[in-house]
């Protein structure tokens, strides 16, 4: 359709294109307005007309970015399709400056369709970060994992139906299904608090299976807005904080000179100076990983090749509703 | 202990007590700030010495709910620690205008405590409400029900224990706990935002399990700003919302003269006629019970007795959490 | 452009044309997302393909509204780029779920446009209504007002002037200008909070100066969801709320028979009657205009023969921005 | 009075003091719900009671600072009286998680006090920070100005108070009154949003006038929560942020050696090798301040003596409104 707002070719091309995400779910961009134009000219407050010269929106994104002036970047609007298991969904609620749809379990019947972790990410509790995964697979008892889940899953599936079949208020028919049990919504999102919600949620302290939907929508935004994009890639994502204390310790390290930076010959802090600087032991765990060789940068770009249409996902959906004949 | 800042006795008396909401569940007013004077004290912006009297307040307050003058209320704040069926948390959460804490199931082990509806409350899905229950309790199943209910948990249950006590990830192996596990919170807001929260969730339509827990926050708040609480069950709470067209009714029907109101002589509306202003046959089913008999009103006075100290509680969660040996 | 996204003619017609409001003001809708279509969809968490009767989005719509269903209309969103009177603006920004990004004062010089009431609306302080305007003009101290009023403008515009000229720091400059100037802003927000704000806004009550911003925005609402518009005209902006003791009053006066409403024979509340079913002599004042006979409706219609293109106002602006030759 | 809930000795001692800042305005903590331990409590969903070590306590705070789990820091609400200019309060007002209610200019007459600067704070327009003051003082123009700014404001007041002593409503009354006008109002804000709100109010970059207000309620927020303002010092306020091109700039001049950081032999990064890692010039000149020697660190200690009674200031106010016989 013809249209006077402001597009974006890339983000054009996407738009309605749902993502596989995990076993069952999916990501679709269904709607944006505005992109890194459209921070420029609330930044300036100006009348829209003219142009001005990419080089320049981009210096100012970057300098708006750098300096934490991110009320211009509220006036670019994602909206999203997405579909994920209901722990995932319980996480990403959280982030409550959202606009969010979810469909209902007291209306609707819910389809049984549940998330398996693969073998590669069924992971022993981790002994450092007390909340995420090891890292290393459990070979050796995923099967059994998996065949006790599925019994779980069938006989809550099968209990469903039969509260469902026996005209149970679905609010209640639907209370034993498991966690894993995808539900779906739109959910929307203005472009600032879409990059805290990606600073979080693509972080490697994140469950895994977030982080699955967080990196496509990265892809998506990097479309929409790719020069906000880089420049939370470059200030945020890949940036780091420093405390009053770690600063300290790198002021021993390095000086300044005039225009130049320069090592200081010779300067060395062990573990007891760096304590001294007031670092706790899990703040120097924290702190040598930050200054140790730059990891690779995640570039998010989407794989157009797996991109389904809407159909696709709404038949499978479908096809996994219970079949009911109600009692007369 | 000591303080200048405002108090309330009657919000004193419960501070701490947890009050039993359905089979595991509870509610504890935590804290609050402020009361009824201080709605007043924000709306004139005044010193806050000298005294006013109590009607002088009252009148202020009914005056700002009437006229939806809502931000003084926005400065009391109460605190709560509850405890609720994962399936209520997910309708609770919604209301984003509040601060959370939950507890974490990838860093803690979750007790394993299901609810089950009791058979009153075991009941078919609405024929005329499309997302609620019948009103009449399908007893023919319920023993059935519930003998299904207690398998899916006994299995869920002992597959969590089985995967923790085999190193499993938290995060991972809670993900087909099903949604009646019992979770828990604090949850802080303010006066306004709890009015509507309440407005919602003690209503007719709102899911029979959370209207559980708003009733007793109602007795609660009831407790911390009675002036307040009085007016909103006034002017929201039992009050109506008229629509254009059902005003035009109302109005072929009465009459203004003078300060009175009388009715009009002989005019009476047949449904017809209620089509003919524009409303939908299903606007006129709503309206009817509008005007019929005034419900009896409900008082939300909490049970003192029922409360209970908070180690009753935490023990009862504590002996409900997995235990594991975890292989060395 | 082309583009994927839904699209409304209505709104498209109107994009970046400004519409004067007051004697310097402006209003244009600079981007919209979504339309009505939007809001069903997200009510229904549907595909997206496939086409629905537009009977039945209105019902939908109808339905949503009635029940304060609120949050599918939160997925429509609306960008305006706004000039008002700098005590406008501070009305305004109390609506605070928006996004907002204003011209600043201490970057930029501020163009001394100043507001000048006409003299209709310079009227006397209402003795009823305890914070609005008496409803008749002061005629005789108009042009007295108007005439110390320019003096007050022009002795502080100099003084600006002066003080930029020194280079005096912006932000300390404009310390003096008076709450009339003019200030712009780009301001966004979903159409859930827009029809609150219109509702207070385009209210009897709200000052006539930000009603006239508020009458400009309804009209290009009611272009980019009309089906939305209707339904917040009839049940929010032509509805009335009762409160629990209006309706007691009206049970006296109609009853409910079958599926007729009729009045009661000879049934009155005279004011006495009306006092003891708890109605303040306040309320009553309230409660009788909302029965006597129906307001003429308000049609919100843009008039597009007074839209102006941005590079109109922007040249005014531009022209009364004081020239500076700063100090060498 | 007595009271159950969690209190703090420190801020007992300050709760109802009014606290000048700059000429005519004020800040008093007027509430406050919570301290660290509550911030604590929250984190843990915990009973409450038994007792942790403060060591504890402190350890937890910090690492939920560090990894930017903000949501247990809602659980802490400070409420604030505030009397401030009005060109201040359109700053202040722009964070938007706040609860506010303003004295009101359309029910009330305005004190006619107006802010005056400093000889010391009157400086030129920065040439670096574009929006700020240049750090030294206009000497030779501020008695000029200081008399052009009483002109107007005598003006101004004179004009305002003709207009209300000939009945004009009070919302046109005042539109010609300058930003420089002292207004006031409660401000009620929860720990995570106040120290946003410190961290952009407290820096460099703001307002001179708006940082003499962040800083007292600074030292406020000291005394509820030391152990939280504590970690906001050390982790916010006196860390900084690194983008991914300072990291890789830092990592050329120290590395990581087992548990020890050593500088590199010789290592030195002239302005062209920051460049060439794609430091613009501007961030160049951010970066060296950054890293040279640390500043001083602010304590922002309350000055108990300056405490003033709220009568001290009701009474200033009362004086300065104006006096006004209404025409029969």
Chains 1, 2, 3, 4 share one sequence.
């Not at 967080?214 to 807005?225: D, S, T």
């Not at 100076?273 to 032991?281: K, V």
Request: proline content about 5%; charged content about 25%.
């Amino acid at each position: 359709m013809e249209t006077r707002r402001p597009t974006t070719p890339a983000a054009e091309e996407i738009l309605g294109l749902y993502f596989p995400v995990l076993d069952h779910g999916f990501v679709a961009l269904v709607d944006y307005m505005g992109s890194d134009e459209d921070v420029e000219r609330a930044a300036r407050v100006s009348y829209g007309y003219g142009t001005r010269r990419t080089s320049e929106t981009r210096g100012l994104i970057r300098y708006l970015r750098r300096h934490r002036h991110t009320t211009p970047s509220e006036m670019v609007e994602l909206k999203f399709h997405c579909c994920m298991p209901i722990f995932v969904a319980r996480q990403w609620i959280r982030h409550r400056s959202a606009n969010v749809n979810e469909v209902s379990g007291r209306y609707s019947l819910l389809p049984l369709l549940f998330y398996r972790p693969e073998a590669d990410d069924f992971q022993a509790q981790s002994a450092t970060n007390r909340q995420g995964r090891s890292g290393t697979s459990l070979t050796a008892i995923y099967a059994d994992a998996i065949a006790r889940w599925e019994r779980v899953r069938e006989l809550a599936g099968a209990h469903y139906e039969w509260l469902v079949s026996h005209d149970v208020a679905r609010e209640l028919a639907r209370i034993d299904l498991p966690l894993s049990t995808y539900t779906q919504w739109y959910w929307k999102i203005d472009l600032h608090n879409l990059f805290h919600f990606l600073s979080v949620r693509t972080d490697a302290h994140a469950q895994y299976e977030i982080r699955a939907f967080a990196r496509v929508m990265a892809g998506m935004l990097k479309r929409v807005a790719p020069l906000s994009f880089e420049a939370w890639v470059d200030y945020e994502l890949e940036g780091v904080h420093l405390s009053r204390a770690e600063l300290a310790a790198l002021r021993r390290l390095l000086r300044v000179n005039g225009r130049d930076l320069e090592a200081v010959p010779g300067a060395r802090l062990a573990e007891k100076d760096l304590a001294a600087l007031g670092l706790s032991r899990r703040e120097i765990d924290e702190l040598l990983p930050k200054l140790a060789a730059a990891p690779s940068v995640e570039e998010f770009d989407l794989d157009l090749a797996a991109a389904r249409v809407p159909d696709h996902f709404a038949r499978a959906m479908e096809a996994a509703v219970p079949r009911v004949d109600r009692p007369k």
